[in-house]
């Protein structure tokens, strides 16, 4: 279970709450609102600084819907499934997996539905909406399924994964950019899964966003590295007990190449700079890997509302199948002219929706009957709050000027003027503001103002030339104590 | 037909494509490269910079999938049809009014079924692909469904504008907002249209990107509004002739609600800050305007590749007619508690992938073996070029520190250091890139670097440490001659 405190939070300070609520009609599509949305989007801002600085590393931009060939190819037509079983009385359909696990207490993902429905039959585990007798296990796709065109002409898929894009469109891009490798191509967009449970807000839905990153490379290069991030981080191998090692001992003691240890270490940094500290890397067993993958770690998060860790990203060594499938199925020539090759990928993949949950979770802080978001400045839905005093004489009027000055110099800044300071201080903590300025009498006589910090309620007072470097120096993580005197 | 020249282009040098091309399958995708992306990020961050600076006007993320109830509340379950007529013989389906369009060159947008198959009868059309017999014309329903759940459970919809989610979303917002009118919630997302017909390139595909604005407001303010923008400009009212005129004088002319003509003239300030000129709003005859609207002007720019004015963006007046409509459906209350009362609704709406074509086809020129794409620095995929003269000696190193230098005063700058210099300015035009700066062997005695304009072909020489400066002045549309001396 999600926690509540958050939940309440995300629904009524616009945040993130169910598409469509006034109809309460599916579960698994979550919309994210005014404040939720600024969110994201600083993230997506980080992601894109992070990721896409490299000279040949690109955002491309690739349609949701695809043809039924590209998942023929990418083999996702017949490999993603779930495993789902039907009862004979109700007709209810659930995933078998998942059954078995309430019912025994014991992980069976990626067991084939022969398996599933063997150990179904040993149990004599029933329907759990009406005890009545359970079918095979069968297999369910979980692509949504698109008909195009006045005729139907065309049978067509809703992306499943991002990625497919860019291997569709590689030949182009490689040409575009000079015919050059390592090539990188991100896609930030949506994705969508009949998931058959959905579950754990929006950790689990049917529609989702992801930031998918492939790096196409020369396979002779697959221990060819930019220099480790000085990092040093949890991993938990399939056969090995939980480790914390800097990159360079992992190449040491993991058999892993070079540039995939880089990428993961990479995602660590990442993390870290959002404020994330409880991470690992866990490998995925040869029955979770997804089909497509040669290595597969997920990037694991601890989140305090769930008291678990949980999947928040991943790096997937994909080889060259991708490329040689489409090469195969769509009978073009996607090799590498100068080398009559197929370059090999590496993703780098976030899902985003999970990124700012672990987020939002871990930050989520209560004392006494204060409670608010200690979220990074970086990913903050605002830089500042500016606050009149109280709605009287020229206080408005003079903290409007300030909110406008902060906003040309590049800050977003929340303004309010209603109610008593208090419950507007608590309605910004709640929603993760790191700073709130207010103007008092004071301020009308010698332009100074107070900055209190959202996390320590500590304030400063200071002058409001000031106050851009200063937000600055707090952005990045100074003290207040180091930028100013606490009152 | 789109212009072969930019067509080429934007398929060569990574602008925009068909999707999934290698498949050669369906008609209506289409992709933005590498860097059709930088133009389309830098088109939406110019949007949310011009839209979305009110302090209650923020953008929210809903999904692309919703259920039928949704759709059957606001209309396009019943409402959202295309006419088509079947051939009794191959079976092949058309747009009635657009055989017939073609057949009698005149308009029959907007005329029912009926009225389509008495005009094909009268005039005795066949079937344009075998000549047979037309059966009678009937309603085509333009939305994707998709079926949800493991049971199909949940019939519902690919969003047929990204509309919905606001009024859905409305209740939530206006109370996470502290319930203030007016109150605007904007999308920007894609939007899904089953066409008969894709065409005209991006004008008119299968999935497109939309930015809407809908701005909610008590309908008693419907005459209030901000100062008018300094500004006169086209439009071509139903049942007069065309007219160039401000604001104020359409209050006199249009019977238009003032708030009306304020988004009109706000709609007309942003595209001339991205540098397009040949626009009008045109008038919607009553059996063109979609079915929501009380009032429906689409703004047209002309497009140099088809020779026409297209639409490229909108303000609908949709009255209170969704949130009514939701609330009969959902039998939740959607008014505002303080009046009880539903607010009104003025769209602003931008089709994303026809302004990026609109101003792609407006920037190409050619001059005797040289083309180049004249964009605004605004929505240039880059600020600038830097080039190595030749890569020798440290060039290439000084260029890179150059590169540096501006990426961290904010720049986006791509680096080219191969092939002669002459085909590095040819590549880089062909883009848009509006500024190239050459580092040669005089730059390593004496720091100075040429800056080589894209349109006139001019260069000046100044020092490196005034390359922010300059390039700064130089994207606000100083003259070259203004900043420097004319080498």
């Not at 590393?57 to 083999?75: D, K, Q």
Request: aromatic content about 10%; some cysteine; proline content about 5%.
């Amino acid at each position: 279970m999600a926690s509540k405190k958050l939940t309440e939070i995300c629904l009524q300070r616009g945040i993130i709450y169910p598409d469509a609520e006034i109809y309460e009609e599916m579960s698994g599509f979550y919309d994210y609102g005014s404040i939720g949305t600024k969110i994201l989007k600083k993230w997506k801002d980080e992601w894109r600084k992070f990721f896409l600085t490299k000279d040949n590393f690109h955002e491309v931009t690739t349609t949701n819907i695809m043809p039924e060939p590209v998942f023929r190819a990418s083999g996702h037509l017949s490999h993603f499934m779930d495993p789902v079983v039907e009862c004979s009385k109700c007709g209810n359909k659930e995933r078998a997996d998942q059954i078995l696990e309430q019912e025994l207490d014991e992980n069976f993902e990626g067991k084939t539905p022969e398996e599933l429905t063997k150990i179904i039959e040993e149990h004599n585990i029933k329907c759990s909406s009406c005890g009545g007798e359970l079918k095979e296990v069968g297999n369910f796709n979980l692509m949504f399924s698109v008909d195009v065109g006045s005729n139907k002409q065309h049978k067509a898929y809703l992306r499943p994964e991002t990625a497919q894009g860019p291997f569709t469109a590689f030949k182009r891009e490689y040409r575009a950019n000079r015919k050059q490798l390592p090539l990188g191509l991100a896609v930030i967009g949506r994705a969508y899964r009949n998931e058959i449970n959905p579950r754990k807000q929006v950790l689990r839905t049917r529609e989702f966003n992801q930031a998918e990153l492939q790096i196409f490379f020369d396979k002779k290069h697959l221990n060819d590295r930019q220099a480790f991030p000085e990092i040093e981080f949890k991993v938990k191998p399939v056969d090995s007990k939980e480790q914390t090692a800097t990159p360079q001992e992992l190449v040491n003691s993991l058999n892993l190449p070079e540039k995939y240890i880089y990428w993961m270490a990479k995602e660590v940094k990442f993390m870290k700079k959002l404020g994330l500290e409880d991470i690992r890397f866990r490998e995925l067993s040869d029955e979770e890997k997804s089909f497509y993958n040669k290595h597969h770690w997920d990037l694991e998060a601890f989140m305090p509302g769930f008291n678990d860790y949980e999947e928040i990203a991943a790096v997937h060594y994909r080889t060259n199948r991708d490329l040689k499938l489409h090469a195969e199925e769509s009978g073009q020539n996607l090799t590498i002219a100068s080398g009559d090759y197929y370059p090999h990928v590496i993703e780098v993949t976030f899902g985003i929706d999970r990124n700012v949950y672990a987020l939002l979770d871990n930050a989520l802080q209560s004392e006494d009957d204060r409670t608010w978001l200690s979220l990074d400045p970086l990913v903050a839905p605002y830089d500042a709050a500016v606050f009149p005093l109280i709605q009287k004489k020229s206080l408005p009027k003079k903290a409007k000027r300030v909110k406008k000055m902060l906003e040309k110099k590049g800050f977003s800044v929340t303004y309010d003027p209603k109610d008593s300071i208090g419950r507007r201080y608590a309605r910004t903590d709640e929603i993760g503001v790191p700073f709130a300025i207010t103007i008092d009498f004071d301020t009308l006589e010698d332009d100074s103002v107070t900055i209190r910090e959202r996390d320590s309620t500590k304030q400063i007072r200071e002058d409001i030339k000031d106050l851009p470097k200063i937000l600055r120096q707090l952005k990045h993580r100074k003290k207040l104590e180091e930028v100013g005197k606490v009152i």
